[in-house]
């Protein structure tokens, strides 16, 4: 079932953003692209708010290099 997989996939990306979060900074762009993979899934399951934080995370990550 699809969200059943959303779900799952949530849970890697968020572990993910975590552990990027702790080795590497919060503005390195590792983490940014764990923001993104993020902000796609939100946008599949119709979280358009979160979808459009990360989204703007991972811009402004690349705006600064």
């Given at each position: 079932?699809?969200?059943?997989l959303l ?12 552990l ?7 503005s390195?762009p590792?983490?940014a ?5 993020l902000g ?6 119709k979280?358009?708010?979160?979808a459009?934080?990360l ?6 990550t690349?705006?600064?290099?």
């Open positions: 079932e699809l969200k059943g779900d799952d996939a949530e849970q890697f990306y968020l572990k993910l953003q975590e990027q979060v702790k080795r590497l900074g919060d390195h590792h983490v692209l764990a923001n993104n993979l796609h899934l939100y946008k599949k399951r979280e358009y708010l979160q459009f934080i989204s703007k995370l991972f811009y402004n690349f705006e600064v290099i």
